[in-house]
């Protein structure tokens, strides 16, 4: 069975900021799962090598700004 986020479930969190928004990590021999604190019911289903990926992207890449 993969990773699960439940609520009053402990996992590690992260926040990056004063406001409270937090990510949380729960992980399983297997797979990962992540959540944004505002909205717990959406949970992101990953594998240890993609979420690797992705940080060191984030991580080495410039921000660009959006415009609407």
């Not at 402990?10 to 409270?20: I, Q, R, V």
């Not at 505002?38 to 959006?66: E, G, M, N, Y």
């Amino acid at each position: 069975m993969g990773a699960q986020l439940h609520e009053g479930e402990p996992a590690t969190s992260f926040s990056g900021s004063a406001d409270n928004n937090c990510v949380e990590l729960a992980a399983s021999d297997t797979a990962l799962a992540l959540r944004e604190s505002d909205t717990p019911t959406t949970v992101l289903h990953t594998h240890r090598p993609q979420l690797t990926a992705l940080l060191r992207h984030i991580r080495t890449t410039t921000p660009r700004t959006v415009t609407p």
